[in-house]
């Protein structure tokens, strides 16, 4: 098994852009997938396989790997996007494993 | 519409026994593998298991956790999957999400709470 590291919280107004790395030795191997969840809510999938956008997720949503790091991108950040962000991989086995997850605060 | 709704959650005594199920509709279950994801309050998601499709053979594997405590099955005829939990620890106190994974995207329910206190 292996670990993914995220920051704990990001921070940016509405408008800007933020941006979630999610790091870990297997990313160069394997498929990174990304997961918003609001308070009270079941974790929702926003993008698969590194930087597909699954329907019915706004554009605005983005992913970019590069190397052992990926990132999430939410352009234009509004206030209904504050939320936890996690990030998700799985090994050969199909053993998946989270990252930590990071809290995204809308200034 | 993709729906899975998940069921069976309560409170239970430590070293006490609980069935969770989920049942899926507007999707390809037979499929799909069938994962189940856990969340203690205020804490981050944890993978506890998975059960592949026929095409897997129903190949399973389950976090270190879980192992020999946790089974995972499913009815392909009733779009239904369970979470067998035996020998029920305080620290498996969560909300328990069932996760319908095919082609690359999945498909989450809305989670139920298991208590383990005495």
């Known amino acids: 098994s292996y670990e993914l590291t995220q920051p704990p919280s990001v921070s940016v107004s509405p408008g800007q852009t933020a941006r979630i790395t999610c790091s870990g030795d297997?990313?160069?191997?394997?498929?990174v997938y990304w997961y918003q969840q609001r308070p009270g809510q079941a974790p929702v999938l926003v993008i698969y396989?590194?930087?597909e956008r699954p329907s019915g997720i706004p554009g605005r949503f983005s992913g970019s790997t590069s190397g052992t790091t990926v990132t999430l991108t939410i352009s234009g950040v509004q206030a209904e996007d504050e939320a936890d962000y996690y990030c998700?991989?799985?090994?050969?086995?199909?053993?998946?494993?989270f990252g930590g997850g990071t809290k995204l605060t809308i200034l | 519409e993709v729906q899975l709704v998940e069921s069976g959650g309560g409170l239970v005594q430590p070293g006490g026994s609980l069935k969770l199920s989920c049942a899926a509709s507007?999707?390809?279950?037979?499929?799909?593998?069938v994962h189940w994801v856990r969340q203690a309050s205020g804490k981050g998601l944890e993978w506890i298991g998975r059960?592949?499709?026929?095409?897997?053979?129903?190949?399973?594997s389950y976090a270190g956790p879980v192992k020999g405590r946790f089974t995972i099955s499913r009815d392909d005829s009733k779009n239904t999957a369970s979470l067998q939990m035996n020998s029920l620890k305080t620290e498996d106190t969560a909300i328990y999400y069932c996760?319908?994974?095919?082609?690359?995207?999945?498909?989450w329910g809305q989670g139920t709470l298991v208590t383990v206190s005495s």
């Open positions: 996760v319908l994974y095919d082609n690359s995207v999945d498909y």
């Open positions: 507007g999707f390809s279950f037979s499929g799909s593998a």
């Open positions: 059960l592949g499709s026929k095409a897997t053979t129903y190949a399973t």
């Open positions: 297997a990313l160069s191997k394997q498929y």
């Open positions: 396989e590194d930087s």
């Open positions: 998700r991989s799985a090994d050969s086995s199909g053993t998946w494993v």
